[in-house]
């Protein structure tokens, strides 16, 4: 048997049907404030993905500083689940602009595989990778990891114009 549908309330906006675009593995949903995007993490996807952050963050009025700030986010965030998770994984990436700050958010199915830090500073040329957690500190000071019924979400503010992240 399947459990009740829940719909949308009055006040969750709806996205635009039917989607921006959908592939084989990459569904993108416009909404009022941004986007959600399901897709399957593969390079292709990914390029894409950073496409349309920049297109939205810039589309809402906010200058391409950010906007490189919120693609470079999204695709390290992305990287980040593909590393934990394997390639072709299930992402959720989820993106809200002005008029208060540029939300980035990533959901992955892995619950227990949270991001970890290396103990080597981020200018250490030891290493070749490494560095996302360090850019995610600079970029979004504050950034959070909840686990979530379907595995955990990474959640990650930008201010911009003298805003401060709620």
């Known amino acids: 048997m ?7 309330g009055p006040s969750d906006p709806l996205p635009k049907f039917p989607p921006e675009l959908a592939i084989c593995g990459f569904y993108l949903a416009i909404r009022p404030d941004g986007f959600v995007l399901h897709m399957s993490a593969s390079a292709e996807h990914l390029r894409e993905m950073r496409v349309q952050v920049f297109k939205e963050v810039c589309g809402a009025g906010v200058d391409e500083e950010v906007a490189d700030a919120a693609r470079l986010v999204a695709s390290e965030l992305v990287g980040n689940a593909v590393r934990l998770c394997g390639p072709w994984t299930p992402v959720v990436v989820q993106l809200a602009g002005p008029p208060e700050q540029v939300l980035v958010e990533v959901h992955d199915p892995e619950r ?11 200018d250490n040329d030891q290493f070749d990778s ?15 990891v909840e686990p979530t019924p379907f595995g955990k979400q990474v959640r990650c503010c930008l201010p911009y114009e003298g805003r401060s992240c709620v």
């Not at 227990?112 to 981020?122: F, H, L, M, S, V």
């Not at 490494?130 to 959070?144: H, K, N, Q, S």
């Open 2 to 8: 399947h459990d009740a549908q829940v719909l949308p």
């Open 130 to 144: 490494g560095r996302g957690l360090w850019i995610l500190d600079a970029l979004a000071p504050g950034w959070t």
């Open 112 to 122: 227990a595989a949270a991001p970890n830090r290396r103990k080597a500073a981020p």
